[in-house]
């Protein structure tokens, strides 16, 4: 094998210090390199950083405010944001300097590379120090000022019952549609959502125009104007207005809407208010939808609501045949159920007259025939909640060009359970609320961010609540579009006293004690030989969520 040597290495002198170094542009050694040559020059050894001590937030440069960790990734951005010179090197590393929570000050070490002559890359380890400056950002600002808001939504609807405020608010609880509302307002017909951003007022109504059909009107407001930069400072108004037509309306619609509609018959019931109106027409299971643009094109009212609703005892039931989803056409044999009342109170009396009258409504012994959507859940014996047209004084264009021939003596809407309900005292499941005006307590008014105005506009809050549950217990389909927690054991227990009043506690939960809002089930208790309902619903305890963010972690003491 043939040894071949190595090359010599020729070595030069350092121009400054003299020492033996290998050739290089500047013929310098890297501690002479570095004293003749700073790469940190540009970059300020101390700079400053902005805090929030309200909402414990930092200045990101230019205008936004973000929340960071102590030491964190988002932290140390911020401060690298802060350094001018850093784009005229290449940074190699950056880390925190362990310094005192209290100190206001920043340590950061950099690493950073420059090439300072040809073919000559200078790398350098140095230390900038940043200052934390106290402050308050704007929306501190506008808190500390009373002027919190600048957009607000809002919501109204022109009905005498506040279920559909409360179906809303659960839906917002459960897409998280309130997480940027800064406060909610009752006001009358509806309910006002205040943002500190114009762009969340604008997510919120393209929210509300996603689940309920609704028209849209905004405004704005100027507060100031600065002429020497042309700069503005608004307030921004949305009003959002709700289709008075609810569930279990029954509505009369505009004959040339009925034929555009799939010719549907022009006396129809609401079955569901989504981003449109379903209407059904109870006589041949057809189905039409109605959307806000098409509806407030040619708008109509509805000609009897759920307060107007009466109770009747199912005869006799025949199926005919025609299905749609769930509902079965059926002719049905009904008559009202004070008439039952009035023959066991003509017994008690020795009233033999032979007839039956009711002093609001005539006579009540009669045996109504009629046509129902609801033949695969009623049973002769059933209780069924209906209209009574026959007895009812309706001021409408549309329903009084109507043949009268035509028209049936009473429409039913949905069955009902008036033993299991005088018998039923709690719910062990809750709902919960957006309200952020007034905190919730065992002394607080209302339900959520309803009922807080007090008197009568609170007691019907409390009639339309317990309806509400009710139609979440009844309707699998409604109660899957909310959520419904666990409710506490405090809460299930049954209560001594009967009736509408509210159980101390219940506050944020919501729960309330059923009440009474039909005449009818006030004329009389449930008896221990009553027979209940076989098929009273009952919600499946899978259904149920826990209430996990009021669960609050502990450190263990050391």
């Known amino acids: 094998m043939e040894f071949v040597p190595v090359p010599a290495v020729h070595r030069v002198l350092c121009a400054d210090c003299g020492t033996a170094i290998e050739p290089n542009s500047a013929n310098l050694c890297i501690p002479c390199l570095r004293n003749s040559v700073d790469i940190t020059e540009g970059i300020p050894k101390q700079a400053t950083v902005n805090f929030c001590r309200n909402c414990e937030r930092f200045l990101?440069?230019?205008?936004?405010?973000?929340?960071?960790?102590?030491?964190?990734?988002?932290?140390?951005?911020?401060?690298?944001?802060?350094?001018?010179?850093?784009?005229?090197?290449?940074?190699?590393?950056?880390?925190?300097?362990?310094?005192?929570?209290?100190?206001?000050?920043?340590?950061?070490?950099?690493?950073?590379?420059?090439?300072?002559?040809?073919?000559?890359?200078?790398?350098?380890?140095?230390?900038?120090?940043?200052?934390?400056?106290?402050?308050?950002?704007?929306?501190?600002?506008?808190?500390?000022?009373?002027?919190t808001w600048k957009?607000?939504?809002?919501?109204?609807?022109?009905?005498?019952?506040?279920?559909?405020?409360?179906?809303?608010?659960?839906?917002?609880?459960?897409?998280?549609?309130?997480?940027?509302?800064?406060?909610?307002?009752?006001?009358?017909?509806?309910?006002?959502?205040?943002?500190?951003?114009?762009?969340?007022?604008?997510?919120?109504?393209?929210?509300?125009?996603?689940?309920?059909?609704?028209?849209?009107?905004?405004?704005?407001?100027?507060?100031?104007?600065?002429?020497?930069?042309?700069?503005?400072?608004?307030?921004?108004?949305?009003?959002?207005?709700?289709?008075?037509?609810?569930?279990d309306d029954l509505v009369c619609i505009p004959r040339k809407l009925a034929r555009s509609s799939g010719n549907i018959n022009q006396l129809a019931v609401c079955t569901r208010v989504a981003g449109s109106l379903q209407l059904l027409d109870f006589t041949t299971l057809q189905t039409a939808d109605v959307s806000s643009i098409v509806y407030w094109r040619a708008p109509f009212e509805a000609i009897?609501?759920?307060?107007?609703?009466?109770?009747?005892?199912?005869?006799?039931?025949?199926?005919?045949?025609?299905?749609?989803?769930?509902?079965?056409?059926?002719?049905?044999?009904?008559?009202?159920?004070?008439?039952?009342?009035?023959?066991?109170?003509?017994?008690?009396?020795?009233?033999?007259?032979?007839?039956?009258?009711?002093?609001?409504?005539?006579?009540?012994?009669?045996?109504?025939?009629?046509?129902?959507?609801?033949?695969?859940?009623?049973?002769?014996?059933?209780?069924?909640?209906?209209y009574f047209l026959q007895r009812s004084n309706i001021n409408n264009d549309?329903?009084?060009?109507?043949?009268?021939?035509?028209?049936?003596?009473?429409?039913?809407?949905?069955?009902?359970?008036?033993?299991?309900?005088?018998?039923?005292?709690?719910?062990?499941?809750k709902l919960k609320s957006i309200a952020k005006e007034a905190e919730d307590g065992p002394d607080a008014l209302g339900r959520g961010a309803l009922g807080r105005r007090g008197g009568l506009d609170q007691e019907r809050v409390e009639r339309d609540y317990e309806t509400f549950l009710r139609d979440l217990e009844e309707d699998p389909e409604l109660r899957a579009t909310v959520n419904l927690y666990k409710a506490d054991v405090a809460m299930t227990e049954p209560s001594a006293k009967k009736g509408g009043k509210r159980k101390d506690g219940a506050g944020d939960a919501m729960q309330v004690e059923d009440v009474q809002d039909s005449g009818v089930l006030a004329d009389s208790e449930a008896t221990d030989d009553e027979q209940e309902e076989a098929d009273f619903p009952q919600i499946n305890p899978d259904e149920l969520l826990d209430a996990m963010d009021d669960l609050k972690i502990q450190d263990d003491a050391e």
């Open 60 to 147: 990101s440069p230019p205008a936004t405010w973000v929340i960071t960790e102590p030491e964190s990734r988002e932290l140390l951005a911020i401060c690298l944001k802060k350094l001018k010179g850093l784009s005229k090197v290449r940074l190699i590393d950056a880390g925190f300097i362990w310094t005192e929570p209290h100190s206001k000050r920043l340590r950061v070490k950099l690493t950073i590379q420059k090439e300072v002559f040809t073919s000559t890359i200078l790398q350098q380890i140095f230390e900038v120090e940043y200052i934390v400056l106290y402050g308050q950002c704007p929306d501190c600002t506008k808190l500390a000022a009373k002027n």
């Open 151 to 247: 957009a607000i939504v809002q919501v109204r609807q022109k009905v005498a019952h506040k279920r559909t405020f409360l179906y809303l608010e659960q839906l917002i609880i459960k897409h998280g549609a309130d997480k940027d509302t800064i406060s909610v307002k009752e006001v009358k017909d509806g309910l006002d959502f205040f943002y500190a951003q114009r762009s969340h007022a604008i997510k919120m109504v393209e929210f509300l125009n996603a689940v309920v059909p609704a028209k849209t009107k905004d405004s704005e407001q100027l507060l100031s104007r600065d002429t020497h930069s042309n700069v503005s400072n608004y307030k921004f108004s949305y009003s959002v207005e709700i289709v008075p037509i609810c569930r």
């Open 304 to 386: 009897a609501r759920s307060s107007d609703l009466v109770e009747f005892i199912v005869l006799d039931i025949e199926p005919s045949g025609p299905t749609n989803g769930k509902f079965v056409l059926a002719d049905a044999q009904v008559t009202l159920n004070t008439a039952l009342l009035g023959k066991k109170s003509r017994a008690a009396t020795g009233d033999d007259s032979g007839m039956d009258v009711d002093n609001n409504i005539g006579r009540t012994d009669d045996v109504y025939h009629t046509r129902t959507h609801l033949g695969r859940f009623l049973n002769p014996g059933d209780t069924v909640m209906g």
């Open 398 to 429: 549309d329903f009084e060009a109507l043949d009268p021939d035509q028209l049936p003596d009473v429409v039913l809407v949905k069955k009902s359970y008036p033993v299991r309900r005088k018998k039923h005292e709690h719910r062990d499941w």
